[in-house]
């Protein structure tokens, strides 16, 4: 796709991101659950010490999709890694390999940074991007599961041997 470009988020992007989470989540039918502002994303993901980078896809110079994803490190590895948290495509634009060309560069560039390994989570309602991230190679973790312990879970662990 000769239209497509690829680039490192700035904080003008930031109510581009906070509509593509958005979508997201109604997309795996989650509204409920999302509680960011755009305010919170520009500090988080903008401030003196970003928590996450964002790659954002424009085709044409129109917003096409972002992959917002984060450091990690492998004890395992003995190296640092890159975890998506969320790869969002805008509908018009799906189909198009702009997904995959997201993935790629994230990937590329971490490879840069010493990283060797992409961890992410799909939504288990969700077939499709299960199909995709297969295709990519992108593929379940055989002896891993998927935990959190969020809201009131959170604050008992937080708390938890507390006098």
């Known amino acids: 796709m000769n239209d497509l470009t690829l680039r490192s988020a700035t904080s003008a992007d930031a109510?581009?991101?906070l509509k593509a989470l958005l979508g997201l989540a109604e997309h795996v039918g989650e509204s409920e659950v999302v509680r960011i502002d755009r305010a919170t994303i520009l500090?988080?993901?903008f401030g003196e010490n970003p928590a996450f980078s964002v790659m954002i896809a424009e085709v044409g110079g129109t917003f096409a999709g972002m992959c917002l994803h984060f450091p990690t490190y492998s004890t395992w590895f003995g190296a640092l890694g890159i975890y998506v948290?969320?790869?969002y495509i805008e509908p018009?634009?799906?189909g198009?390999?702009?997904g995959e060309a997201l993935l790629a560069r994230v990937a590329r560039d971490g490879a840069a940074r010493g990283c060797n390994h992409l961890k992410l989570a799909v939504d288990t309602g969700n077939p499709g991007a299960q199909r995709f991230y297969d295709r990519l190679g992108i593929l379940p973790l055989e002896h891993d599961?998927?935990?959190m312990a969020m809201g009131g879970n959170f604050a008992s662990l937080a708390t938890l041997g507390d006098s």
């Open 15 to 17: 109510e581009n991101i």
């Open 43 to 45: 500090r988080d993901g």
């Open 85 to 87: 948290q969320d790869l």
């Open 92 to 94: 018009d634009f799906r």
């Open 96 to 98: 198009r390999n702009i």
């Open 145 to 147: 599961e998927m935990r």
